[in-house]
C-alpha cells in the first residue's frame, strides 16, 4: 500500500535562517506531488507542484522554492526565511488525479 | 481561475444533530472530492465522486456530485463529537493536476 512521510512534524526557526522540509512517497511509482500551505487552519495555498523528477511548477511567487531530486521524495527550501513563512505545510500525492493523499504535515513557527 | 464558494463556513450543532454543507463552483468539475481535516493532522480523503448526479455514502457520510456539475454536497447524519473538524471540498477536471479546494467548513459538535 502507498504512505507518504513528512518530516519533521514541528519546526520553530529564526528569521533569516534556512529551511529543508521533506516529503517521501513510497509503494507508488511517478507520483504527482504537491506542496501546499496553511495559514490559521484555514485554506489550501498550493505552492509547488510535480509532475515528474527535476520538474516543478510554482503556483505562487514565494520565498520558497521546491525540489524532486528522485521520483518519491519533494523537498521545499528556503534559504532566509521571514515571519509570513510561519503555517502548516503540507505535502501530497496523488496518481492520474483521482485522490490526492496528504501527509500528516509540518507546523513552521519563524521567530 | 475556477472558484469554489463552500458554504457555510462554520457550524455549531448539538450531537445527534445533521450536518449538510455544500460547494458551488463558477463552472463545471468532472470530479468533486470531500475531505476531512483533524486538528494539526493532514486532510483525510472521505468520498470521491466521479459522475454527475452521483450520490455516495461513507458511513454516516453522503455527498452528492450535483446535475449541473458546478456543484455537490456533503451531508452528516447524527453527528458524533468526534466529527469536529474542518471539512474542504475539492474539484478537478480531467487532464488537470491541480484540484481547486474551497476554504473549508469548521464544524463544532457539543455533546
Known amino acids: 500500500s502507498q504512505t507518504i512521510h513528512q518530516w519533521p512534524a514541528t519546526l520553530v526557526q529564526p528569521v533569516g535562517s534556512p529551511l529543508s522540509l521533506e516529503c517521501t512517497v513510497e509503494?507508488?511509482?511517478?507520483?504527482?506531488l504537491y506542496w501546499y500551505r496553511q495559514a490559521a487552519g484555514r485554506g489550501l495555498q498550493l505552492l509547488f507542484y510535480?509532475?515528474?523528477?527535476?520538474?516543478i511548477s510554482s503556483e505562487v511567487p514565494q520565498n520558497l522554492s521546491a525540489s524532486r531530486p528522485q521520483d518519491r521524495q519533494f523537498i521545499l527550501s528556503s534559504k532566509k526565511l521571514l515571519l509570513s513563512d510561519s503555517g502548516f505545510y503540507l505535502c501530497?500525492?496523488?496518481?492520474?488525479?483521482?485522490?490526492?493523499?496528504f501527509g500528516s504535515g509540518t507546523r513552521l513557527t519563524v521567530v | 481561475g475556477q472558484q469554489l464558494n463552500q458554504s457555510p463556513q462554520s457550524m455549531f450543532i448539538q450531537e445527534g444533530e445533521d450536518v449538510s454543507m455544500n460547494c458551488t463552483s463558477s463552472?463545471?468539475?468532472?470530479?468533486w472530492l470531500w475531505y476531512k481535516q483533524d486538528p494539526g493532522e493532514g486532510p483525510v480523503l472521505l468520498i470521491a465522486l466521479y459522475k454527475a448526479g452521483e450520490l455516495t455514502s461513507n458511513g454516516r457520510l453522503t455527498a452528492q456530485f450535483g446535475i449541473t456539475r458546478k456543484d455537490s454536497f456533503l451531508n452528516i447524519s447524527a453527528s458524533i463529537p468526534s466529527d469536529v473538524g474542518i471539512y474542504f471540498c475539492a474539484g478537478r477536471n480531467r487532464g488537470s493536476y491541480i484540484p481547486t479546494f474551497g476554504r473549508g467548513t469548521s464544524l463544532i459538535v457539543h455533546p
Open positions: 463552472s463545471i468539475f468532472n470530479t
Open positions: 510535480s509532475v515528474g523528477i527535476g520538474q
Open positions: 501530497a500525492w496523488s496518481e492520474s488525479g483521482d485522490g490526492y493523499t
Open positions: 509503494g507508488t511509482s511517478n507520483p504527482n
